[in-house]
């Protein structure tokens, strides 16, 4: 934890990296950086993270906050990727950067030079998302089989193994092989988006945003250029429509929705996918250990796939779960926790849980009821 969303952040990217370990290497130490004002674009940022080896770091709008600064220099960053326009980080806080000098890993300094910068944005968040999507090598976009993933129809006529909910999934994919696969979420609410940041940074997987109601023109154009044809769709119809999935149909691409009756839910049928065996799912081995998240607001969790999905490797991710509140744990998270403490998540009893954030995110009253359940 952290006293503030910067904090935060930087405390998760130094347990991925901890002392005396940095990013990258001497001669290029990247770190991505986004805004902690708004969620949108953190959240799409773990794709490029991880075709970095690297994390995210957050700021304000204005400033650099104190502790991203001293987490750029113990960390002995060269090069700051900044995933926002200048109306959500201002020039102020690039020009900043460029005039920081660069440091040792671990904080000595060094005899000179100065951070690079860059930045990555579209006009919208949408537009961002796709921006971070077509920027990272084609070389490094993620793809796998799950086919059996979708002939599964529910209680309430939704299709898809992981849904709980009303809406449509596609008929299974015609072939059985690995396919190039996106997730798509809403860039209206956060929670869908951020449980799913966790597949996007382990799988080299890119987040894709759009609206309820229809495919955004950006998310569209991105799946075209990367050649998608399986697209993960996160959330129920209020989330994203089933106009959406037919629009999806429409450009050749087989769309399985992940979804529970709410955030909580769906973040624990993602959960579901990730640690089946293919081809019903994304076959992560158990780790006996989940990360959970505060699931009604956005800024523990932002950062937060460099934790769960193992970095730097990622060769150990695990599922990223939401409670419904501070003092909540929800009905789906802990009747997943209930049946991952006897049943096992991919293979693994889970005996630990790692939580991002402090008892002001998620309350000592919910963690010791997350204990019991697990």
């Known amino acids: 934890p952290g006293e503030t969303a910067a904090a935060t952040a930087a405390a998760e990217l130094a347990h991925a990296y901890p002392a005396p370990g940095c990013p ?16 949108e674009d953190a959240l ?33 960053i060269t090069r700051v990727v900044v995933v926002a326009g200048p109306l959500a980080i201002s020039t102020s806080v690039v020009t900043a950067l460029e005039a920081l000098p660069v440091y040792f890993c671990g904080g000595a300094a060094t005899t000179g030079g100065h951070l690079s910068v860059s930045r990555v944005y579209g006009q919208t968040a949408q537009g961002t998302a796709a921006k971070v999507a077509t920027d990272v090598p084609a070389s490094l976009d993620g793809s796998f089989d799950v086919a059996a993933g979708y002939a599964t129809q529910d209680a309430t006529g939704g ?80 989330a994203v429509s089933d106009t959406v999935v037919r629009q999806l149909e429409g450009l050749g691409v087989s769309v399985l929705r992940v979804a529970g009756a709410d955030f909580t839910g769906t973040a624990v049928e993602l959960a579901r996918l990730e640690t089946a ?11 006996g250990d989940v990360t959970v998240a505060r699931g009604d607001f956005y800024t523990d ?26 003092e909540w744990t929800g009905r789906p998270l802990g009747a997943l926790l209930r049946s991952a403490g006897t049943a096992g998540l991919g293979g693994t009893v889970v005996r630990t849980f790692t939580v991002l954030g402090g008892p002001l995110a998620i309350t000592q009253t919910t963690v010791d009821a997350m204990g019991a359940d697990l």
């Not at 990258?24 to 969620?39: E, I």
């Not at 065996?277 to 780790?287: D, E, H, L, N, S």
């Not at 490797?313 to 409670?323: F, M, R």
């Open 301 to 326: 969790g932002l950062a937060g796939a460099v934790v769960a999905a193992g970095a730097p490797t990622s060769a150990a991710p695990e599922p990223l779960l939401l409670t419904r509140s501070p």
């Open 277 to 287: 065996a293919p081809p019903a799912g994304a076959g992560w081995p158990g780790t």
């Open 159 to 238: 299709t898809g193994r992981y849904n709980t909910t009303a809406g449509k999934s596609s008929a299974a994919p015609p072939s059985t092989l690995s396919l190039r696969t996106a997730i798509l979420a809403t860039v209206a609410t956060f929670p869908d988006a951020e449980s799913a940041s966790v597949l996007s940074c382990a799988d080299s997987l890119p987040i894709l945003l759009t609206t309820v109601t229809g495919l955004s023109s950006q998310a569209a154009a991105a799946i075209s250029q990367l050649q998608v044809t399986q697209v993960v769709l996160m959330g129920g119809p209020l």
């Open 24 to 39: 990258g290497t001497s001669a290029n130490r990247p770190v991505v950086l986004a805004t902690d004002v708004d969620f």
């Open 44 to 76: 799409s940022s773990g794709y490029l993270a991880r075709s970095l080896t690297t994390g995210i770091h957050l700021t304000g709008y204005t400033a650099l906050p104190h502790a991203t600064l001293h987490a750029l220099r113990q960390e002995g």
